[in-house]
């Protein structure tokens, strides 16, 4: 059974920067893509940043491109998430998810993901 496990939320004045993690376990994840996604109250599930299983393939939405970098560490099953320059509008519950599907070059929905973690609060003050 997969497992996902999200870590580094917290509380940080705008301007700031954290850097979430998402450690997989019950399967090898190299060949899967990852993606991060973040929920504010109120509002759907959306899509921050994804990562191919190939090397250098990243997704951004607009919002935090230039501002958030997405990696991966197969070796350890961890996907990371660096935000910086941190804005009150980034406040949200931060989740990670595996794609549905090996090899696929389809990782920018929320459908294209299936195993999801528990998430992670990102609080940001202004």
């Known amino acids: 059974q997969v497992q996902l496990v999200e870590s580094g939320g917290g509380l940080v004045q705008a301007g700031g920067s954290l850097r979430l993690s998402c450690t997989a376990s019950?399967?090898?994840?190299?060949?899967?893509?990852m993606g991060w996604f973040r929920q504010a109250p109120g509002k759907e599930r959306a899509i921050v940043a994804a990562?191919?299983?190939?090397?250098?393939?990243?997704y951004y939405a607009d919002s935090v491109k230039g501002r958030f970098g997405i990696s991966r560490d197969n070796a350890k099953n961890t996907v990371y998430l660096q935000m910086n320059s941190l804005k009150p509008e980034d406040t949200a519950v931060y989740y990670c998810?595996?794609?549905?599907?090996?090899?696929?070059?389809?990782?920018?929905?929320?459908?294209?993901?299936?195993?999801w973690g528990q998430g992670t609060q990102v609080t940001v003050s202004s």
């Open positions: 998810a595996v794609s549905r599907l090996q090899y696929t070059s389809s990782y920018s929905s929320p459908a294209d993901f299936g195993s």
């Open positions: 019950g399967r090898p994840f190299s060949s899967y893509a």
């Open positions: 990562i191919s299983w190939s090397p250098g393939s990243t």
